[in-house]
């Protein structure tokens, strides 16, 4: 049922490596974000936006870094990535007019593990 | 700033039984309220939202929640819960972006057991 994907839907990687973590969605959505989720914690945001060649850092500092070249696509990276870096990553989309009355659509997240 | 509160981490009732999840939230105007649940490895659905009009909203599954202003709450509730009903649920306020967009905030969550 889901119109906004997300893979891969789990990782273990190295320290050091650099990753890239895929979202695409088919709902013409302009509004996407990216939030990060760790256990008993809420969710932060990480990265957002409003369309295409935009983006935004959100509340909660991160080291990654997102591009937005296609209205579909929304991929985040870490160059280096580090334990601390382990956490579940959600994307999320917004419809073109959407406002703080506008729910968010969620994929199923990736779980990233940095060993 | 905008947040939200959900005092209770983790609540357990039996198959059948009703089911009240509390939500307090703080926003300066009038608040855009959501409840969402997360079921084990997936992402986040929408079970329901309120913007203004009538305080008792109905949602999917059977869910409902009551806005109350006095109270700054927004309280979901169940009358029979079902095993399928096990996940964690998420309450939010929305907020504006720059450039448009909603920034949700969200609580930590309420974990839900169902015992049969």
């Known amino acids: 049922e889901a119109d906004i994907y997300q893979t891969p839907r789990y990782l273990v990687i190295g320290t050091g490596k650099k990753i890239t973590l895929e979202c695409s969605q088919t709902?013409?959505?302009?509004?996407m974000y990216w939030y990060q989720q760790d256990p008993g914690m809420e969710l932060h945001l990480i990265h957002y936006s409003y369309g295409v060649n935009s983006t935004e850092k959100g509340d909660l500092s991160s080291e990654s870094t997102v591009s937005r070249i296609r209205t579909e696509h929304f991929p985040l990276t870490l160059e280096s990535a580090r334990p601390s870096h382990t956490s579940q990553y959600l994307c999320?989309?917004?419809?073109?007019?959407?406002?703080?009355?506008?729910?968010?659509?969620f994929g199923n997240g990736t779980r990233l593990t940095v060993t | 700033a905008q947040s939200v509160t959900q005092p209770d981490i983790h609540i357990t009732v039996s198959e059948g039984a009703s089911l009240e999840l509390r939500c307090n939230y703080s926003?300066?105007?009038?608040?855009?309220l959501f409840w969402y649940v997360q079921s084990p490895g997936q992402g986040l659905q929408l079970l329901l939202k309120?913007?203004?009009?009538?305080?008792l909203v109905q949602g999917i599954k059977g869910f409902e929640a009551e806005f109350k202003r006095s109270q700054s709450s927004f309280n979901l509730r169940k009358p029979s819960v079902h095993w399928s009903d096990a996940a964690e649920y998420f309450c939010?306020?929305?907020?504006?972006?720059?450039?448009?967009?909603?920034?949700?905030?969200f609580g930590t969550g309420t974990q839900l057991k169902v015992e049969l």
């Open positions: 999320a989309s917004s419809e073109r007019q959407g406002g703080p009355n506008s729910p968010l659509h």
């Open positions: 926003y300066g105007a009038t608040p855009y």
């Open positions: 709902m013409g959505h302009d509004k």
């Open positions: 309120y913007f203004s009009g009538d305080t």
């Open positions: 939010a306020v929305g907020g504006r972006l720059t450039g448009g967009g909603n920034k949700l905030t």
